[in-house]
């Protein structure tokens, strides 16, 4: 493995899991990580036919037992209880599954992505800088076709509020709330431990990152958050540890800002407001009228007189872990200058609105009447609303809205066309699922309502094992020594920890 980590900066001229020794009818898969996310995507795959589930690995034999009542063929896989034993049948699987607690998930990676495989990878990639560089660092060497799963983009309303979004032109504001109950119970409570989750801006609000960055086409530019602490320290049994460990986050309110690339604006004809941000001012008006819009006053005269900034989009993020019984669990609120499209979970529903029209909207000294605003409401509780291909995929209740069948369907997909000689292109790629790590760890180091003398929270020590340190310290190491980052970002990386 060493020789293989400092030969990586030669060109990897192996084939990757199109392999033509793997050529079969089925997919082998193994699923590493049997808990509830492991449970959950057994479930969907073990319905596609192209699947076969030949291993399951997990050390803890309860979750072993409840991913076996999942499979129904006659069919069983083979059981490992070690990582080790089922990487060296790594030459009889196709499909990688990663399921197990956030800490592991960059490790795991770097053991098997030097393999010619396909992985799944749940969410965060990683939870601490140090793990975010070293897959930055070996990444550019992987073999293996890494896909990232983030479920929430194929929540059906939320997948039918993105294919809505030319209507309401580039967005400007996007507000996401989850308001939900606390977190659940898992093995040894690790979900509850910021060195092994990588706290709830992390482990939770990745999803909502990856959404943030999908919806606005652009990167973050800056963010701010304020957040609650320890209010459910009861709740989760701190109080009973001796460790006196120090609590995950509870709620926060994160507020950010996107830029576009001048090339994504010249794209979209995203300039200043523009004509069609403007396009109450262009219709026919009376001269009065005109002044209220400021046509005459040069407001859309943007170049000189308002900051790009100022009309970037905008985000915010709310998040509350003590809200049981929320009539919306999940909400998103897309605004554009043209409209607005509201998606609401678990009402699985999305509402979306026209600004109006001049013509519709004459008297500008009163609200405009209702008529002239068109509403639109999709219910995507039928599944076929949102996808054509509803029907073909298993739609039994899961944790996501059958969202995780979705994400199955077009991985198979994928796969299939690697196989096939095509190139594999994940929806969701590491690097798609890195940046939403950076965003989540950008936001918790950016906390403003701390009291430094009480609230004396360091950045994210992963929890690790002998060996997985070994991994990141030699990736790190060779790193540094192919100059791939700025000093002080691998000495932060390597020596912070």
Request: with cysteine; charged share 25%; proline share 5%.
């Amino acid at each position: 493995f060493l020789s293989f980590l400092l030969n990586s900066s030669l060109p990897i001229l192996l084939q990757k899991s199109s392999d033509v020794s793997k050529m079969s009818d089925k997919l082998n898969v193994a699923v590493l990580g049997c808990g509830m996310m492991g449970q959950e995507h057994i479930s969907y795959m073990g319905e596609y036919e192209d699947i076969n589930i030949r291993f399951l690995c997990d050390p803890h034999q309860e979750s072993i037992n409840k991913a076996l009542s999942l499979i129904k063929r006659s069919d069983k896989p083979v059981i490992y209880s070690d990582e080790k034993d089922l990487l060296e049948k790594v030459k009889e699987i196709d499909l990688l599954v990663i399921a197990t607690p956030n800490y592991l998930h960059t490790p795991q990676l770097l053991r098997w992505a030097k393999h010619c495989i396909s992985i799944l990878v749940e969410k965060p990639v990683a939870i601490s800088e140090r793990q975010v560089l070293a897959l930055k660092a070996m990444s550019p060497s992987f073999r293996a076709n890494v896909w990232v799963a983030m479920e929430y983009r194929y929540i059906p309303a939320i997948q039918k509020l993105i294919s809505l979004l030319p209507t309401i032109g580039q967005p400007k504001s996007i507000t996401i709330r989850e308001n939900r109950f606390p977190f659940l119970s898992k093995i040894n409570e690790w979900n509850k431990d910021i060195d092994k989750s990588g706290d709830t801006l992390v482990e939770k609000c990745c999803h909502f990152f990856d959404l943030f960055r999908l919806i606005s086409s652009a990167e973050m530019n800056t963010c701010s958050a304020k957040i609650h602490r320890g209010l459910l320290a009861e709740h989760y049994g701190y109080h009973e540890r001796s460790d006196n460990p120090v609590p995950i986050i509870d709620g926060a309110y994160v507020l950010l800002d996107f830029l576009r690339t001048p090339e994504e604006k010249k794209e979209d004809g995203d300039i200043g407001l523009g004509a069609d941000d403007l396009h109450l001012c262009e219709s026919k008006v009376q001269d009065d009228a005109s002044e209220i819009f400021g046509r005459r006053s040069g407001y859309h005269r943007t170049k000189t007189n308002v900051s790009e900034m100022q009309q970037a989009t905008m985000g915010c993020l709310e998040l509350c872990m003590f809200a049981e019984g929320s009539r919306h669990q999940e909400e998103i609120i897309v605004t554009g200058m043209k409209g607005r499209i509201e998606a609401y979970l678990p009402e699985n529903k999305v509402f979306m609105y026209e600004r109006p029209s001049r013509e519709l909207w004459t008297d500008l000294s009163q609200p405009p009447p209702p008529s002239a605003i068109k509403e639109t409401i999709i219910d995507c509780s039928d599944l076929n609303a949102v996808y054509p291909f509803a029907d073909e995929i298993p739609q039994h209740s899961g944790h996501h809205y059958c969202s995780t069948a979705v994400e199955w369907k077009y991985l198979i997909d994928a796969i299939k066309d690697a196989r096939s000689g095509k190139t594999f292109v994940p929806q969701v790629s590491l690097d798609d699922g890195i940046k939403a790590v950076e965003m989540g760890i950008r936001a918790t180091a950016n906390v403003s309502n701390r009291d430094e003398s009480v609230d004396k929270v360091a950045p994210v020590i992963a929890f690790s094992t002998q060996s997985s340190e070994n991994l990141l310290n030699l990736a790190l190491e060779i790193a540094m020594e192919k100059k791939q980052f700025k000093k002080e970002e691998l000495q932060r990386g390597i020596y912070l920890e």
